[in-house]
């Protein structure tokens, strides 16, 4: 048989995360309204 050698378990250390709040002066998920350029081609969406 082989023997092989393991390490010593290491105790797991979870990442740093910073969580931040974000506020929108405007909703970009919707339509512009009337706000884009009006020289574009095509459809609107």
């Known amino acids: 048989m ?6 010593s378990a290491e105790q797991y250390v979870a990442p740093s995360i910073e969580v931040i709040e974000i506020e929108l002066t405007q909703n970009i ?9 009006g020289d574009f081609g095509g459809e609107d969406w």
């Open 2 to 7: 082989d023997n092989k050698k393991f390490k």
């Open 29 to 37: 998920l919707q339509s512009s309204g009337g706000n884009a350029p």
